[in-house]
């Protein structure tokens, strides 16, 4: 079970938790269960565990390379990059339930590709900033079999997450991981999930501070991809839905458009 992996990923590095930001679909699985109160969440969950971490940490002690060999992680360094990147899965490569991979924020268009931070290889990648930025301390009560993590961990203010999603889900290489990321803008956004207006209230405040740009971006994409209910992106989104519980094409596209409309508000 990956609930399991996920468990051992927080175990491992509890000590150092304060400075970590939970990113992906396991961001995603948080506000699901402790924001909306869902129960019903798959107990087979994605194995990547992606963590975002700031550039420099606030000291050496104790190291992330260090936690995680302790904790029985298995080290792979992959890609073509120098140094290539850290990633380490538990139990081991071949039997995985937990893959974690390190995350920064890129810093210039002609950054390297990764940077070692704490004994870990990173990947540098634009609009990570977002997701740095007042980040939300959430606790969380995770068992499964032996394992169990009771404590805070932090996510990403759930707003800029979704505006980080959508910025970036075109440069996703596999189409697979961008459908899913339309599905979770998508399903954080439903007004049923009653987080449309914290949304909104996350993204208003940054727009006013760091101005229009990228939620113009943002704004753009989605309706070049979701702006009507015919689009090929809509019905991705609908496929991931269990069928008895799957809405129309055009509250999706509705889903979507309000969602412009929040990125296109304010002062520019």
């Given at each position: 079970?990956?609930?399991?992996?996920?468990v051992?990923?927080?175990?491992?590095?509890?000590?150092?938790?304060?400075?970590?930001?939970?990113?992906?679909?396991?961001?995603?699985?948080?506000?699901?269960?402790?924001?909306?109160?869902?129960?019903?969440?798959?107990?087979?969950?994605?194995?990547?565990?992606?963590?975002?971490?700031?550039?420099?940490?606030?000291?050496?002690?104790?190291?992330?390379?260090?936690?995680?060999?302790?904790?029985?992680f298995?080290?792979?360094?992959?890609?073509?990059e120098?140094?290539?990147?850290?990633?380490?899965?538990?139990?081991s490569?071949?039997?995985?339930?937990?893959v974690?991979?390190?995350?920064t924020?890129?810093?210039?268009?002609?950054?390297?590709?990764?940077?070692?931070?704490?004994?870990?290889?990173?990947?540098?990648?634009?609009?990570?900033?977002?997701?740095?930025?007042?980040?939300?301390?959430?606790q969380?009560?995770?068992r499964?079999?032996?394992?169990?993590?009771?404590?805070?961990?932090?996510?990403?203010?759930?707003?800029?997450?979704?505006?980080?999603?959508?910025?970036?889900?075109?440069?996703?290489?596999?189409r697979?991981?961008?459908?899913?990321?339309?599905?979770?803008?998508?399903?954080?956004?439903?007004?049923?999930?009653?987080l449309?207006?914290?949304?909104?209230?996350?993204?208003?405040?940054?727009?006013?501070?760091?101005?229009?740009?990228?939620?113009?971006?943002?704004?753009?994409?989605?309706?070049?991809?979701?702006?009507?209910?015919?689009?090929?992106?809509?019905?991705?989104?609908?496929?991931?839905?269990?069928?008895?519980?799957?809405?129309?094409?055009?509250?999706?596209?509705?889903?979507f458009?309000?969602?412009?409309?929040?990125?296109?508000?304010?002062?520019?």
């Amino acid at each position: 079970m990956r609930i399991r992996g996920f468990v051992h990923v927080l175990r491992a590095l509890e000590p150092r938790l304060a400075e970590i930001v939970l990113a992906g679909g396991w961001a995603w699985y948080v506000y699901r269960k402790y924001l909306t109160g869902e129960r019903s969440l798959p107990g087979e969950f994605t194995l990547d565990v992606d963590l975002v971490v700031p550039r420099r940490l606030s000291s050496t002690e104790p190291r992330l390379d260090e936690m995680l060999a302790a904790a029985d992680f298995e080290l792979e360094m992959e890609g073509e990059e120098r140094p290539p990147v850290s990633k380490y899965s538990w139990p081991s490569t071949e039997a995985s339930e937990a893959v974690v991979e390190f995350l920064t924020p890129a810093r210039a268009s002609g950054d390297a590709a990764t940077l070692e931070i704490n004994g870990v290889v990173a990947q540098q990648l634009r609009f990570l900033d977002l997701l740095l930025d007042d980040p939300v301390s959430i606790q969380v009560d995770e068992r499964a079999e032996d394992e169990r993590f009771a404590g805070s961990l932090r996510v990403p203010n759930i707003g800029l997450f979704v505006l980080q999603k959508v910025l970036t889900f075109r440069r996703r290489r596999e189409r697979g991981k961008r459908d899913k990321d339309l599905f979770y803008i998508f399903d954080l956004a439903d007004e049923s999930r009653h987080l449309s207006t914290t949304i909104e209230n996350d993204i208003l405040p940054w727009k006013a501070k760091r101005g229009p740009d990228w939620t113009r971006q943002a704004a753009r994409l989605l309706e070049e991809n979701c702006g009507s209910p015919e689009a090929d992106a809509i019905g991705r989104v609908l496929n991931q839905i269990p069928e008895e519980q799957r809405p129309s094409r055009r509250y999706v596209s509705d889903t979507f458009g309000e969602l412009i409309r929040v990125l296109r508000s304010g002062a520019d």
